[in-house]
């Protein structure tokens, strides 16, 4: 027995799944995403969700979905579309990541996502919850499921007064109090009474040991990298020079002072390495 477990009585377990049956059910979110059978939508709104807030995937979701309605449609995409389409979400390597997914998926599963955990988690960006997410919501599949809401609840419920607590002692927890017969259901209630407690309470997740506070986006070299992407999807075919003018500009008129050239390279060079951009004759294009 794991020994998360074993200082937790089963009575408390028993009681803990009984309080999230409640306090989670009657706080139902009624979400487009929730409900359906399509795993690769279900992974479009498990991609978006990582580390966005639910009223800015609504707003993604749908039409995304509407352009690229498949996975064999999102490979086939042109990647500066996709990219485009992701504006508003941020962290636009996930829009990557997800694009390389559906392409391996046109190649090695028939345009399909794949239905094991195993195979999920083997493709681009798709780590350990996005992968539990998928087999949990789109297959209703049990399934270790530990995201933010969801330890936020373990915390509050089994954990009140520890701080710095694992994964590694949660995982186990989880793993034994998912429903055999609804996980999807489950887990909605763990991610809408975890929502809630967020929003009425000093956020119990702080008192995870993998917890960090988002540093500020204001000024960062992400943001640097948001208006080089900006740029490149407004202007095709933009040089190199004319872009870090662009980029300096904004620095300016910021009131940040010019933009630093030696920045400016590291970062340009990171986003073609990533395939974010590529040069062609000394024009960039996404």
Not at 27 to 34: D, F, G, I
Not at 189 to 218: E, I, M
Not at 244 to 265: C, N, P, Q
Request: aromatic share 10%.
């Amino acid at each position: 027995m794991a020994q998360s477990e074993a200082r937790i009585q089963p009575f408390a377990l028993e009681r803990f799944v009984e309080r999230v049956w409640a306090e989670g059910g009657s706080r139902y979110r009624e979400l487009p995403w929730r409900n359906i059978d399509d795993a690769y939508a279900v992974l479009v709104s498990e991609v978006m969700l990582q580390q966005t807030q639910v009223v800015r995937v609504l707003k993604h979701w749908e039409r995304f979905l509407a352009l690229f309605p498949t996975p064999d449609a999102l490979a086939a995409a042109d990647t500066a579309m996709v990219l485009e389409q992701w504006q508003g979400l941020g962290y636009n390597r996930r829009a990557l990541a997800l694009k390389r997914t559906a392409e391996q998926c046109s190649v090695r599963f028939g345009g399909a996502l794949p239905e094991t955990y195993d195979e999920l988690i083997e493709l681009p960006g798709i780590g350990a919850a996005t992968a539990a997410g998928v087999m949990a919501f789109a297959y209703n599949k049990p399934s270790v499921y530990l995201e933010t809401n969801v330890r936020t609840v373990f915390l509050h419920e089994l954990f009140p007064d520890a701080e710095s607590v694992s994964d590694k002692e949660l995982r186990p927890l989880v793993e034994a109090t998912c429903s055999a017969d609804n996980p999807r259901a489950w887990y909605y209630a763990l991610l809408d009474w975890g929502a809630h407690l967020k929003q009425v309470t000093v956020n119990p997740s702080r008192r995870s040991a993998h917890y960090t506070r988002q540093s500020a986006f204001t000024g960062s070299r992400r943001q640097k990298r948001a208006e080089l992407l900006r740029c490149v999807l407004a202007e095709p075919g933009i040089a190199p020079d004319v872009l870090f003018d662009r980029l300096d500009g904004f620095e300016r008129e910021a009131g940040r002072g010019s933009a630093d050239r030696a920045e400016y390279d590291s970062i340009l060079a990171d986003m073609l390495a990533e395939g974010f951009f590529r040069c062609e004759e000394n024009a960039l294009f996404a």
